[in-house]
């Protein structure tokens, strides 16, 4: 599916941010025009301090860029106000990001539901789907009424991940998914990414890591808040030979990274 993605998601019109500490401005993102596609895996790369994450909270709504316009679907984000887009990422977006901030008072089915809830008019629906969803990433009934000091950080980490697609968001937005997992609970974060991809899920994330990055279909790569580099690759697939690897290994050599 992932080849022929070119219906637009969204677009970024001379997009720009700028912070200032004390009397200096840091001009971190610059007129970037930028277009994303549905049903793309697009990962976001460049060395730290780039904008990667700048980036990410701007095109998501999470922040408001200083100039410029983030188009969703054809609608421009950058110009409504704060409840509105609190509104739109309800609807729209979902979020994973490094730290999963599950809430402590809440059982993991509870977590996923007080979401689902917030959007969703058919309650039993939405637990029936709830329940599929951790079922399908390997948290079974013996999760569902534990708290958040009860699992593992992987654990967390795939129920975040089930919050987060609960609405069925037309983007997920994730920023260093894996960032502060071990290997194996990396792995199952990264699997469920690439399945629910591989469902037509779009997903825009930022990785520092080139076996992460290896999930994703398209790469920017991003310095000094322009993107510099914009490689194509097939889908992910369990058995992508080594040339997949090879080819984003080149472009990132090539960019100096
Ligand atoms: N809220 C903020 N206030 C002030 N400066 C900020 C803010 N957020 C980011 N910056 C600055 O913007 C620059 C880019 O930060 P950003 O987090 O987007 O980079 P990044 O590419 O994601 O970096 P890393 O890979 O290290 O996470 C950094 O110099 C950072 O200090």
Redesign the pocket.
Known sequence: MNEVNNKVLMQTHKLGKT???GGTQ?H?LKNLDLTLYHGDFTIIM????????????AISGM?KPTLGEVLFEGQDITAMSNDQLAIFRRKNCGFVFQQIHLLDSMSVLDNVLSSAFLVQKDRAGAVEKAKKLLLDVGLDDSIWGKFPAQISGGEAQRAGIIRALINSPKAVFA??PTGALNSSAGLGVLRVLTEVNKQGQSIIM?T?DLKTALRGNRILY?QD?VVIGDLRLSPYSEDSGPERQQQLQSFLTELGW
């Open positions: 912070f200032s500490h840091q971190v460049g060395s730290s301090g780039s904008g990667k994450s700048t980036l990410l909270y922040d920023d260093e930022v520092h991003l808040g």
